[in-house]
């Protein structure tokens, strides 16, 4: 089912960049940009317990199972630019490189939307934002192409051999690759035409044939469901609240859909993010979620996970009780209005500092409607004394949950994704 148009408000980010990271990345002005460090990500000391790797790192989504940092740098790797730099590691052991060197969430982003001058008719801004898309898009295809061209050539010159290979067991998941043989280390190319470019660099080795964590292939489905449910841990307030659900920032694209499916899949043990699910999910390049297919790539996640999905138009608190009970977090489309996320805001921050403010009581005259923007929103808790959801966002800087009222979010939800056993 394609439908859905997500606004996905973006607050105080101004890079079209994949996430609030590369934000501050766009002007870390590092000594390493545009240095060659081929050599370094390929044999350098990194690649051993007691090495480092050069450069600034920051920290990104840390899972039980492992834990990522971003290079504040824009290197260049096999002689390409690159856009982001991402190091997984598996406790103090670097267990993977990853090389982004085109992708188009971050190059279009909201781009059409800030270039159109205010003063036209609706049909002429309609008219210029095809135009400067088309111009955006030509641009994008012809960098996608390039880098493509001169990364096949190096690690063909480099390695000689190359094979087909695929990660994923969800057919709207499968990724496919191209595996080339370096020395000590096993790159693999993933070209997805005009959306994604990309190179991940690991030990030799054998590729995991699914997206869900090796440590957590290891563990039965009865195990890993008694540690999710243990992950629900109750407040001296009376919330009921999963903790570990990571926020995954979507910084200035339209992606509140797909980051808030990705926190749920980094924290349900799958080693997957956005710009994947974006190619899986038939992203266009428009800067926006028009057209693409979220309810297939929501389904395939929770089946690539082990677990089911319940989809429903109408909102049900008992589901989402058990849900997060359970320690499956749930995924609400929303209407959303500034005025009331104002009010979450200043409820929540206060209720936070051992407040005691309640919500006033609800006019649903002045609720989000039809006519509101739509937004995706995580749920990670509830208070039945209070009668309130607590929920995370995907926009940069809202790493603590906040609440609203259960009778505000039955009002406004207008879809519900609950994870199952």
């Given at each position: 089912?394609?439908?859905?148009?997500?606004?996905?408000?973006?607050?105080?980010?101004?890079?079209?960049?994949?996430?609030?990271?590369?934000?501050?990345?766009?002007?870390?002005?590092?000594?390493?940009?545009?240095?060659?460090?081929?050599?370094?990500?390929?044999?350098?000391?990194?690649?051993?317990?007691?090495?480092?790797?050069?450069?600034?790192?920051?920290?990104?989504?840390?899972?039980?199972?492992?834990?990522e940092s971003y290079l504040m740098a824009r290197p260049k790797i096999f002689g390409v630019e690159t856009i982001l730099v991402k190091a997984n590691r598996r406790g103090e052991e670097l267990e993977e490189l990853q090389v982004t060197f085109a992708d188009a969430g971050s190059f279009f982003g909201y781009y059409q939307q800030e270039k159109v001058p205010k003063?036209?008719?609706?049909?002429?801004?309609?008219?210029?934002?095809?135009?400067?898309?088309?111009?955006?898009?030509?641009?994008?295809?012809?960098?996608?192409?390039?880098?493509?061209?001169?990364?096949?050539?190096?690690?063909?010159?480099?390695?000689?051999?190359?094979?087909?290979?695929?990660?994923?067991?969800?057919?709207?998941?499968?990724?496919?690759?191209?595996?080339?043989?370096?020395?000590?280390?096993?790159?693999?190319?993933?070209?997805?035409?005009?959306?994604?470019?990309?190179?991940?660099i690991r030990k030799k080795g054998k590729i995991p044939g699914s997206w869900l964590d090796q440590s957590a292939e290891k563990i039965s489905s009865s195990a890993r469901l008694r540690g999710l449910a243990k992950k629900a841990q109750r407040s001296e307030n009376g919330d009921i609240i999963l903790n570990e659900v990571p926020i995954v920032s979507q910084g200035y694209?339209?992606?509140?859909?797909?980051?808030?499916?990705?926190?749920?899949?980094?924290?349900?043990?799958?080693?997957?993010?956005e710009d994947w699910l974006a190619v899986a999910g038939k992203f266009q390049n428009t800067g926006s979620a028009a057209g693409s297919d979220m309810m297939g790539i929501y389904k395939a996640v929770a089946k690539e996970a082990g677990f089911s999905m319940d989809r429903s138009r109408d909102y049900s608190h008992a589901t989402v009780r058990r849900s997060l009970q359970a320690g499956m977090p749930v995924i609400v489309w929303r209407r959303w209005g500034q005025d009331r996320d104002r009010l979450h805001t200043r409820i929540s921050r206060d209720i936070e500092g051992g407040g005691e403010s309640k919500f006033p009581a609800l006019d649903f005259k002045i609720l989000p409607n039809a006519e509101s923007p739509?937004?995706?929103?995580?749920?990670?808790?509830?208070?039945?004394?209070?009668?309130?959801?607590?929920?995370?966002?995907?926009?940069?800087?809202?790493?603590?949950?906040?609440?609203?009222?259960?009778?505000?979010?039955?009002?406004?939800?207008?879809?519900?994704?609950?994870?199952?056993?």
């Open positions: 089912m394609k439908l859905v148009v997500f606004f996905c408000l973006c607050f105080g980010v101004v890079h079209a960049l994949p996430n609030s990271i590369l934000g501050v990345l766009g002007v870390s002005n590092s000594p390493l940009d545009d240095e060659d460090l081929t050599e370094e990500f390929l044999a350098g000391a990194g690649w051993s317990n007691d090495g480092g790797l050069p450069g600034r790192w920051v920290p990104g989504v840390a899972t039980d199972y492992s834990e003063d036209l008719s609706r049909k002429e801004a309609i008219a210029e934002m095809r135009r400067l898309m088309t111009i955006r898009q030509k641009e994008f295809k012809e960098l996608y192409q390039d880098r493509l061209e001169k990364l096949e050539k190096e690690l063909k010159k480099r390695s000689g051999k190359a094979r087909d290979i695929q990660r994923g067991r969800t057919r709207a998941l499968r990724a496919e690759m191209t595996e080339f043989q370096i020395d000590d280390r096993t790159v693999r190319l993933l070209s997805a035409p005009d959306r994604l470019l990309r190179l991940s694209r339209p992606y509140c859909g797909l980051n808030t499916l990705t926190m749920v899949a980094r924290y349900l043990g799958l080693n997957l993010d739509l937004h995706a929103s995580v749920l990670v808790g509830f208070n039945d004394g209070r009668k309130e959801v607590l929920f995370l966002e995907s926009w940069a800087g809202q790493t603590k949950p906040r609440r609203m009222p259960v009778a505000e979010l039955d009002a406004t939800a207008y879809y519900t994704f609950s994870f199952r056993p």
